[in-house]
T-cell receptor, first 110, second 115 residues
Framework: DQQVKQNSPSLSVQEGRISILNCDYT??????FLWYKKYPAEGPTFLIS?????DKNEDGRFTVFLNKSAKHLSLHIVPSQPGDSAVYFC?????????FGQGTELSVKP | EAQVTQNPRYLITVTGKKLTVTCSQN?????MSWYRQDPGLGLRQIYY???????DKGDVPEGYKVSRKEKRNFPLILESPSPNQTSLYFC??????????????FGEGSRLTVL
């Protein structure tokens, strides 16, 4: 049973436009939600997180939105740059575990 | 430099031949964890450790063992590898405590192929 789901395996966006990556979860007990970015042949690196008591967190070009009633979070990247091309994983934290979604491969075209 | 180091980075082995993937972190982190990444399945947790001598099963622990005798090391042991354990493995660590946000620091990965 997948507790964290990313239903879009891939996303293609033009440079300068907004990228929106989506994630759904099923467990209301998660404390934090995180986004990780992964380049080929490297480990995932932390990008941005949000506490379950907040609905928005912003860091430069990256903003994460949390909709608890819908059990949904999204990552907005504005403006998108070619260097943002990577696989993005959302993750949910709680009880000592960090559960990841399947990942969305973002391609930003010049 | 703060880092999580895994070895080997690449390994091809045969069914049934015991192997160990080592993981070491130099950040004095209490929490360490192993994940495997498979296409379409994302990252799935194998085992985790909240501190020395404390280990717990993750979501896919079958066929794996771990130990945490020292704070910095968390080896992953495959006693009798099988082809379905062919995967990309990541070790990760973080601090534990009240300020825990779940942010993990990952190693670069170990690609294992079992023939």
């Amino acid at each position: 049973d997948q507790q964290v789901k990313q239903n879009s395996p891939s996303l293609s966006v033009q440079e300068g436009r907004i990228s929106i990556l989506n994630c759904d979860y099923t467990n209301s007990m998660f404390d934090y939600f995180l986004w990780y970015k992964k380049y080929p042949a490297e480990g995932p690196t932390f990008l941005i997180s949000i506490s379950s008591i907040k609905d928005k967190n912003e860091d430069g070009r990256f903003t994460v939105f949390l909709n608890k009633s819908a059990k949904h979070l999204s990552l907005h990247i504005v403006p998108s740059q070619p260097g943002d091309s990577a696989v993005y994983f959302c993750a949910a934290s709680g009880g000592g575990k960090l559960i990841f979604g399947q990942g969305t491969e973002l391609s930003v075209k010049p | 430099e703060a880092q999580v180091t895994q070895n080997p980075r690449y390994l091809i082995t045969v069914t049934g031949k015991k192997l160990t993937v080592t993981c070491s972190q130099n950040m004095n982190h209490e929490y360490m964890s192993w994940y495997r990444q498979d296409p379409g399945l994302g990252l799935r947790q194998i085992y985790y450790s909240m501190n020395v001598e404390v280990t717990d099963k993750g979501d896919v622990p079958e066929g794996y063992k771990v130990s945490r005798k020292e704070k910095r090391n968390f080896p992953l042991i495959l006693e009798s590898p099988s082809p379905n354990q062919t995967s990309l493995y990541f070790c990760a660590s973080r601090r534990s405590g009240l300020a825990d946000t779940g942010e993990l620091f990952f190693g670069e990965g170990s690609r294992l192929t079992v023939l």
